[in-house]
């Protein structure tokens, strides 16, 4: 149904919820929102974020979007205006063996946290969906065509996607759908072994292995440096134009895994000598048309890929190689890569 977006609070004024608020991407936007004066509670139960990543400036409350009786409590005691939903587990390629548990966090906690904004009337509910909603769509690919996901993953977020549009056409409730692709950059978790193939790449090379490619290294992805991300993630909210719709946001480029490959190694001064694994079941190419938000968000990708990967690079000499540890909870062993198993 029609309903007239009404111009948002004053930032001084308005509370945010942020969800994985101590993660990648949402730790960048909760720092976004508090310089442009937002007061921000970070949600994030630290299975892939750390608490440092958040600052003090922002409430940090350590919980699941899957503890409902903490959400609605949350909900009723911060009264919050907007709500920016960024916790999920991301890894696309290992959400064909971890289905149910893919589905309870990424498509139940979305849920929970809906149910929760329809019922306390935020302003607007912001969503980072993802590329992985298009499947093999033929790239670039545009806001307008339509969901094929392959992958549990991107079925999740596809249907939060749905759900939202039936929230607001029955309870009125304003969203944003924002699908970036392959960010990376600092505070990412180079630990996690299955998902931000760049932090993988780079940790891999601290630990003195070699970086590892799943097939030829011939797919081709677009890859976004986390500044040129986050800021438009948290501006959304100011722009009525924006409401009741669906951004891609990203890198323009797109390069060969092959390539980038070589680029981390550069910027981390260690020769090019990879190791080609079995393929994998995976999108070959996969990149967006940025023209909408372009045109409507203002966006530019400013970083250029050797830019943001050595800015990054510099980061991860700094904080060190991370252990990896397998996913504790693997429902299917069938067809589950090798390197996977250990």
């Given at each position: 149904m029609p309903c007239p977006t009404p111009p948002p609070d004053k930032p001084s004024s308005a509370k945010v919820l942020v969800t994985g608020g101590a993660g990648f991407i949402g730790s960048h936007v909760v720092a976004e929102l508090l310089a442009r004066g937002y007061r921000v509670v970070a949600l994030d139960n630290l299975s892939g974020g750390f608490r440092s990543n958040v600052e003090d400036r922002a409430t940090f409350v350590c919980g699941s979007i899957l503890d409902v009786e903490l959400i609605d409590r949350l909900f009723v005691e911060h009264r919050f205006d907007y709500v920016f939903h960024l916790a999920a587990y991301a890894a696309e390629g290992l959400s064909h063996f971890i289905r149910r548990f893919n589905y309870q966090n990424n498509l139940m906690g979305s849920v929970n946290l809906i149910n929760a904004s329809v019922r306390n009337e935020v302003r607007c509910f912001v969503f980072t969906s993802s590329m992985a909603v298009y499947g093999g769509a033929t790239p670039p690919v545009t806001e307008d065509m339509p969901t094929s996901p392959e992958d549990p993953y991107g079925i999740a977020k596809a249907a939060v996607e749905l759900d939202l549009r039936a929230a607001r056409e029955m309870f009125g409730m304003p969203y944003i759908i924002i699908r970036p692709h392959n960010v990376y950059g600092e505070r990412q978790n180079i630990g996690d072994r299955y998902r931000n193939v760049v932090g993988i790449f780079m940790n891999k090379l601290l630990r003195g292995e070699p970086v590892s490619i799943f097939g030829d290294g011939t797919q081709t992805r677009a890859f976004s440096y986390?500044?040129?991300?986050?800021?438009?993630?948290?501006?959304?909210?100011?722009?009525?134009?924006?409401?009741?719709?669906?951004?891609?946001?990203?890198?323009?480029?797109p390069v060969s895994i092959n390539e980038l490959a070589e680029t981390v190694c550069r910027v981390m001064n260690i020769p090019f000598a990879p190791r080609y694994m079995p393929t994998r079941f995976e999108v070959k190419h996969i990149?967006?048309?940025?023209?909408?938000?372009?045109?409507?968000?203002?966006y530019h990708g400013r970083v250029a890929l050797e830019d943001g990967l050595r800015a990054m690079a510099t980061w991860v000499k700094r904080v060190g190689a991370r252990a990896t540890r397998r996913f504790d909870g693997i429902e299917i062993e069938r067809n589950l890569p090798p390197s996977w198993r250990d």
């Open positions: 986390i500044s040129d991300v986050a800021p438009i993630i948290a501006q959304t909210i100011e722009r009525p134009e924006a409401y009741n719709q669906i951004f891609n946001i990203g890198a323009d480029h990149y967006p048309s940025h023209a909408k938000a372009r045109r409507v968000l203002g």
